[in-house]
């Protein structure tokens, strides 16, 4: 690895307390960070570097604590941190920017390896990446790199305005665009259950599996976001970036070579290939919800209307279910079925494969439920699959069993750690594309659209609920239906097999 210098603009913030500083930490004491390295934190507020690092330790002190570290090993972490004050709208603030990276440079004698992460809010990424050029911190006589947050615009139009301004400063190889999905071990495992088993690889097309269904539900409501997601909506909060990374990885063929490059190609072809939708085909294959008030584990919670800084009458989804056809001789024929929404249930983020069932009726008297292969994202980490066994207590009986694997997801590496490594070693793998994410944009245009116009009902579901029952309904023209939920509603009410 690299010695480097990590730039984080928006040290201060939400994120960087909450997330980036920690994985650093943890990558710190991992001995995942090069042998040297200096990170330079830059935040709008005048505080002296102690004032700073007292912030830090703070954001690291849960961490510390998890990984039983002693104080040294925090102070030796925090040695390596500088701040600095800069309106980043201010060209000149970037020379004391500058100033502060040479000297980091010259003091930890570190080539010019130079990340700049940019953890603010969208409006400045290109204001940013514009200064850096213009103020000399892009001239290295080593690689410099820029990790960008979410979200990449907010539809196709201004994320080319936004791709445009960053490629004047930076090349595509050097950006990396964060999906934090892309981070998740198991959305990150997706590649290696598809292409390191042959027994899957064998069976991963239409002639064997019946449909796909991707789900990212959640339990929590729009929080204190609203000014955000009033404007933004689970579309393009969810389904354009995450949702459809998600619909690539799990669709993608086998790449040439597993690495960045073929990765991405693959990825690339799948949204290339995902039928393009018209107003009609949005209306029959798109259903848009907003949650009412309703009860949700235990609690009473109130309507996305009621939520504070939500316009009373406000028609922005708070859900999304989608019908998908990918339009290649592998996935022809195959739905596959994309939703998530907030205040449902309970929280799950899974894909499910519905294997075909050609044996359906041929067992004796018998049904015979379909295999299903269950890949556990979010909150267990995990794959199983569902078979048909004879139950000896039941007269042999045939009912589904699954098989589980599931992992320690409270020992795996949070995403960020995974992403923030991946970066410092420039493996961009896991970070969104330019022509991922300009496709998914383009692809959920006239969905957007569709909703900008009120072409698609907007269906109140309870909170606490699976979401509309139109979700339901859109499985089941194709005589389907979500696992998961009926998985939900036979455990509660005790039965155990079809
Ligand atoms: N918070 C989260 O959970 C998530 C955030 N994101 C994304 O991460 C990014 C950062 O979000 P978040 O941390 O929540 O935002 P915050 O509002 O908490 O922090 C914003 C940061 O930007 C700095 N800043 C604002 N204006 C200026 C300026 N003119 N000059 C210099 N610095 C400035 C602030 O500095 P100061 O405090 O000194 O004013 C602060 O460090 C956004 O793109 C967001 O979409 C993505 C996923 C989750
Ligand atoms: O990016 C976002 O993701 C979260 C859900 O992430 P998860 O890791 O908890 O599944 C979502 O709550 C948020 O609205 C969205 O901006």
């Known amino acids: ?50 004032e700073f690092l007292r912030s830090v330790e703070q954001s690291v002190s849960d961490a510390a604590q998890r990984r039983e570290v002693d104080s040294s090993c925090i102070h030796a972490f925090l040695s390596t941190i500088r701040y600095v004050s800069v309106d980043v ?54 690689w410099k790199r820029l990790i960008i947050e979410k979200p990449f615009g ?51 097309n239409n002639k064997y599996i019946a449909n796909v269904q991707i789900t990212a539900n959640e339990t929590v409501g729009v929080e204190d976001r609203a000014g955000y997601y009033d404007h933004a909506g689970a579309l393009r909060d969810m389904v354009q970036n995450h949702m459809l990374q998600l619909l690539m990885m799990i669709a993608m063929h086998l790449p040439n070579r597993i690495n960045a490059k073929e990765i991405r190609k693959e990825k690339r072809k799948v949204m290339e290939a995902v039928r393009p939708m018209e107003t009609e085909d949005v ?27 939500v316009e009373a009458d ?8 989608l019908r998908v056809w990918i339009d290649d001789p592998l996935w022809s024929g195959v739905p596959f079925y ?31 439920a379909p295999n299903l292969l269950i890949l556990n994202i979010n909150p267990e980490e995990g794959i199983s699959l569902q078979v048909n066994q004879k139950n000896a207590a039941e007269r042999g009986k045939l009912e589904p069993v699954t098989v589980d694997f599931s992992t320690d997801a409270s020992q795996a590496p949070e995403a960020y750690e995974l992403l923030l490594s991946d970066a410092i070693q420039g493996d961009s793998t896991y970070f969104a594309h330019w022509m991922e994410v300009k496709l998914a944009w383009k692809w959920v245009t ?36 979500w696992w998961q939920d009926e998985e939900r509603e036979r455990e509660m009410s005790g039965v155990h097999s079809r």
């Open 283 to 309: 209306m029959r294959s798109v259903v848009r919800g907003q949650y009412g008030a309703g009860n949700l584990q235990g609690h009473s919670v109130v309507s996305y209307r009621d939520e504070p800084g």
């Open 89 to 142: 709208t201010q060209k000149d603030d970037y020379l004391a920017l500058l100033g502060q990276v040479i000297q980091c440079e010259q003091e930890w004698n570190l080539p010019q390896n130079r990340l700049f992460y940019l953890s603010v809010a969208p409006e400045f990424f290109d204001v940013i990446a514009g200064h850096i050029k213009a103020s000399g911190l892009c001239e290295t006589t080593g």
């Open 154 to 204: 907010r539809d196709l139009q201004s994320a080319e305005a936004l791709n445009e301004k960053l490629c004047a400063s930076f090349a595509e190889e050097e950006i990396y665009r964060i999906d934090h999905y892309l981070g998740k071990p198991m959305v990150r495992n997706l590649e290696a259950i598809e292409f390191a088993n042959p027994i899957f690889q064998a069976i991963w």
């Open 446 to 481: 006239p969905i957007l659209e569709a909703f900008a116009q009120n072409q698609v009902p907007l269906h109140v579901y309870p909170a606490g609920s699976y979401g509309p029952q139109e979700s339901a309904e859109l499985l089941m023209e194709q005589g389907f239906s």
């Open 314 to 321: 406000s028609m922005t989804d708070t859900f999304v279910a």
């Open 1 to 50: 690895m690299k010695a480097m210098t990590f730039v984080l603009f928006g040290a201060t913030g939400d994120l960087a307390k909450r997330k980036i500083f920690p994985a650093l930490f943890n990558l710190y004491v991992d001995q995942k960070l090069p042998a040297s390295y200096a990170i330079v934190g830059v935040g709008r507020r005048t505080y002296t570097v102690a």
């Open 338 to 368: 994309i939703r998530t929404g907030k205040r449902i249930k309970e929280k799950s983020t899974k894909i499910i494969i519905e294997f075909k069932n050609p044996l359906e009726g041929s067992y004796r008297n018998q049904q015979t």
